[in-house]
């Protein structure tokens, strides 16, 4: 994304001015109705032609407790977490004064002047906004007043800090395409906040905004949505899931639109199935059933419901059944934070299963990659016959990005190696299962509707040999997972390969993997004017290809970078590389908030003045 929409869209403003180039953070509470306000408020910017991103820090239980929406402006391209605020705009008493200590000097606070405390501060720039006087003034029914009064600081924000109006109109209409009435209504409100706040707040800050040219090829979007869309354009056909956040919406989505792209043209019935289970265990049950029937099948979750999970992970590894499996990251152990972000599951996804069991684990980063993994994921699975994890978080799944169009994928459905009637009678002996014909590790197998005599096997999660017959033989346990071992050791150079941002000369490497990219590739730079050079390689899959070693030998040192605590991304380096640990130094963090570039900077500074 800074490679993309970098400098050339930079704005040479003088130096008291701020543009295009500041985090605000909106204090409401849940429930209250501001995410509407907040999305438009984005909206509104990205329809300009301006970077951006937003982040959504709401509670896990109940009505009425704090969140937060911050709103990050970056004419070069950088929209990762910053953990100040140029401008508040506080509508929440129980957060107001700690709200208010986030402010750095100079900045800016609107705020609802019903709210009768102190801003013992004399170092921001105040804005007072009458909210229920206006909204008492525009004769709004009582049942909708709380809501409406959202649309008072979108109006108010935008004449203050130049966001045209015919943008927050064009928003509202998109957030309200089945109804403009209620558009209507809204931009009422805030046309009328935003005159009252053209005659009588006087402009005292250095904060604006700018339009800019059109960003062409580009949406905003989160990774649930676009994993959901990826998964249909891959030959989704079944989905078994149980609701858990953050990866409830991924499901939902895939309910909004295969309905639309997945129904037979002629009879007009689904090519489809989703099935909200009982719980996780039945879920995960389903997809591993209609993998082994043949159809592409799915499931989505988080870390508990990984947990829960676990018994048939291990089954489809040993039955070789494919499914695709997506974890949306959040925050434990336990029940832990469940709507903050972390990367914890690595580990446990990694290494998911008893005995000795490995998984294919492909990790996005971008909404663009969450869209790509849902259709590569099912031919990754079909092709190894195994589980495929692919590994997001909350940052990435529900939180609005901008990012290119989705790319339709460039090649047709990969269903590996499956035998049909005519090549089963090609087979001279009997054909198994189990058996490696080819060398590779991969078997052959058969799909539910083949008729031909050869083609039933008996699949077992007890031991087998190369043709279903139950087995306690050392030896053929031996063999059968020495075979399944090898696949997937030759599926590390098909897996998505390490991506790299790299500067001449650099002696220090920086690793990292998933949604940490936008915050390690602007410490990058900063790390860079400050004269210390690095370069940058976003690990994407395990098992790691050897791309990986050979970045690792060409720096001095490598910083793991990473959002967990106990930095799992390098234990399973040092695991892995074992003669390369000298060169390895972890830099993990985990509080429930994505990674900033500041913290890295600083870390990472630390590191090298010792």
């Not at 970077?51 to 009505?63: A, Q, R």
């Not at 720039?125 to 709004?140: F, R």
């Not at 909200?276 to 265990?281: T, V």
């Not at 080819?438 to 190369?466: C, S, V």
Request: net charge negative.
């Amino acid at each position: 994304m800074i490679d993309d929409l970098g400098s050339e869209k930079a704005h040479k403003s003088p130096q008291s001015q701020k543009i295009n180039d500041f985090c605000m953070t909106i204090c409401t509470v849940n429930g209250s109705g501001s995410a509407t306000a907040n999305i438009t408020l984005l909206r509104a910017m990205f329809h300009m032609g301006i970077p951006v991103s937003g982040k959504n820090i709401f509670p896990s239980n109940i009505k009425g407790l704090p969140t937060w929406f911050s709103i990050r402006l970056s004419d070069e391209g950088y929209l990762g977490r910053v953990a100040h605020d140029d401008i508040i705009v506080q509508m929440n008493p129980a957060t107001f004064q700690e709200d208010i200590n986030y402010d750095i000097p100079g900045g800016v606070i609107f705020y609802a002047d019903h709210i009768d405390l102190p801003i013992q501060r004399d170092d921001v720039v105040v804005y007072p906004m009458p909210v229920k006087d206006l909204i008492k003034a525009a004769d709004i029914p009582r049942n909708l007043r709380d809501y409406m009064e959202n649309m008072v600081y979108v109006g108010v924000v935008s004449q203050m800090l130049g966001i045209g109006l015919e943008y927050i109109n064009k928003a509202l209409l998109q957030q309200f395409e089945q109804k403009p009435s209620v558009a209507e209504s809204n931009f009422a409100v805030v046309k009328m906040a935003a005159d009252w706040a053209k005659d009588n707040l006087e402009k005292k800050d250095r904060y604006w905004v700018e339009e800019r040219e059109p960003l062409e090829g580009y949406m905003l979007a989160d990774g649930n949505t676009a994993a959901a869309l990826g998964a249909i354009y891959g030959g989704f056909q079944f989905c078994g899931w149980y609701p858990i956040t953050p990866a409830t919406s991924l499901a939902e989505s895939l309910g909004i639109y295969a309905p639309k792209l997945r129904k037979d043209p002629e009879t007009g019935k689904n090519n489809f199935a989703i099935v909200q289970a009982e719980d996780e265990l039945a879920a995960i049950g389903m997809a591993v059933g209609a993998g082994w029937g043949g159809i592409r099948a799915m499931s989505s979750t988080s870390g508990p419901g990984i947990s829960l999970m676990t018994e048939y992970m291990s089954l489809a590894y040993y039955a070789e059944v494919p499914l695709v499996l997506w974890d949306v990251q959040r925050v434990g152990p336990s029940t832990g934070l469940p709507t903050r972000t972390g990367q914890g599951d690595l580990n446990l996804t990694y290494y998911l299963g008893h005995g000795d069991t490995q998984q294919l684990v492909i990790i996005p980063s971008s909404v663009n990659e969450c869209f790509e993994f849902g259709w590569k994921a099912f031919d990754y699975a079909d092709e190894f016959q195994t589980p495929v994890i692919v590994l997001s978080d909350l940052d990435l799944g529900m939180n609005l990005w901008i990012t290119k169009k989705f790319d339709y994928p460039d090649k047709p459905i990969d269903r590996g190696k499956i035998l049909w009637e005519e090549d089963l009678e090609k087979f001279e002996s009997d054909w198994g299962r189990y058996l490696d014909v080819d060398g590779d590790g991969i078997p052959y197998r058969t799909l539910m509707g083949n008729k031909h005599k050869k083609a039933p096997y008996f699949t077992r999660g007890t031991g087998h040999d190369e043709f279903g017959n139950y087995s306690e033989a050392p030896d053929v346990w031996l063999r059968v997972m020495d075979r399944i071992k090898l696949k997937f050791d030759n599926a590390r150079e098909k897996l998505p390969k390490p991506v790299y941002r790299n500067i001449e000369g650099a002696k220090i490497g920086l690793i990292g993997m998933g949604s940490t990219e936008p915050a390690i590739m602007e410490a990058q730079d900063i790390l860079n004017k400050m004269g210390i050079t690095t370069d940058f390689m976003r690990v994407r899959a395990l098992p790691f290809s050897q791309d990986v070693r050979k970045f690792i030998q060409a720096h001095d040192r490598n910083y793991v970078l990473e959002l967990n605590r106990d930095g799992q991304l390098h234990q399973i380096l040092v695991t892995e590389y074992c003669d390369l640990t000298d060169r390895l130094v972890s830099l993990s963090y985990m509080d429930g908030l994505p990674l900033t570039a500041k913290w890295i900077v600083e870390s990472l500074s630390e590191k090298e003045e010792k």
